[in-house]
């Protein structure tokens, strides 16, 4: 899976995902992935797990922290830097053009039609992108995975515990779980 991309391809592709996408990150997500993983065939299925994973865990927005990752991962720190200059661009001329005419988009009847659509484009997104990192995480550890996603939901909808807390609480289990794992692997060789 060693295919090359240029600087320009990976600047426009970020540019154009960015530009195009209504949502943050976990809408984001599921294009980066598609157009990477399964069009540019150029990293695996695991691996953009792993950097979703890691976009999740880091500061600020999630897209930007992906775009960065998944550069990062092809092109190294040239990659991260173009996809980071990439997905702000378009965030930057969008609201710098909105602030110019604010007063027009906030009573236009099309405007905040189009945007009541999206918000329902975006819920679907975000039921896609769940559904497709179940798949992948179901395949590594089945069991695991099932334990920790039914934890995280009795967490999440039957506590008042803070969402941000019950993350970082799966993601310490994750790491409990992988040493642990891994210390027994070399145990037994």
């Given at each position: 899976m060693k295919k090359e991309i240029s600087l320009w391809e990976l600047f426009f592709t970020f540019?154009?995902?960015?530009?195009?996408?209504?949502?943050?990150?976990?809408t984001i997500v599921?294009?980066?992935?598609?157009?990477?993983?399964?069009?540019k065939q150029l990293i695996g299925d695991e691996e953009m797990m792993d950097?979703?994973?890691?976009?999740?865990?880091?500061?600020?927005?999630?897209?930007i922290s992906c775009s960065l990752l998944t550069g990062y991962k092809?092109?190294?720190?040239?990659?991260?830097?173009?996809?980071?200059?990439?997905?702000t661009l378009p965030g930057v001329i969008i609201i710098?053009?909105?602030s110019q005419f604010y007063q027009a988009f906030r009573a236009n009847?099309?405007?905040?039609?189009a945007l009541?659509?999206?918000?329902?484009?975006?819920?679907?997104?975000l039921l896609v992108t769940v559904f497709?990192?179940?798949?992948?995480?179901?395949?590594?550890?089945?069991?695991?995975?099932?334990?920790?996603?039914?934890?995280?939901?009795?967490?999440g909808y039957f506590t008042n515990l803070n969402t941000g807390l019950v993350i970082i609480l799966m993601g310490l289990c994750g790491v409990l779980i992988s040493h642990y794992e891994r210390r027994k692997q070399r145990e037994e060789s």
């Open positions: 540019f154009k995902i960015n530009l195009f996408t209504f949502g943050g990150g976990y599921p294009i980066i992935r598609d157009e990477f993983v399964e069009k950097l979703i994973a890691l976009s999740q865990s880091g500061p600020g927005a999630m897209a092809i092109r190294g720190m040239t990659g991260a830097i173009t996809c980071v200059l990439a997905s710098f053009t909105i009847f099309y405007v905040n039609a009541a659509g999206i918000s329902g484009i975006v819920s679907a997104m497709n990192l179940g798949k992948t995480a179901l395949k590594r550890e089945r069991n695991l995975s099932i334990a920790m996603i039914a934890f995280a939901i009795v967490m």
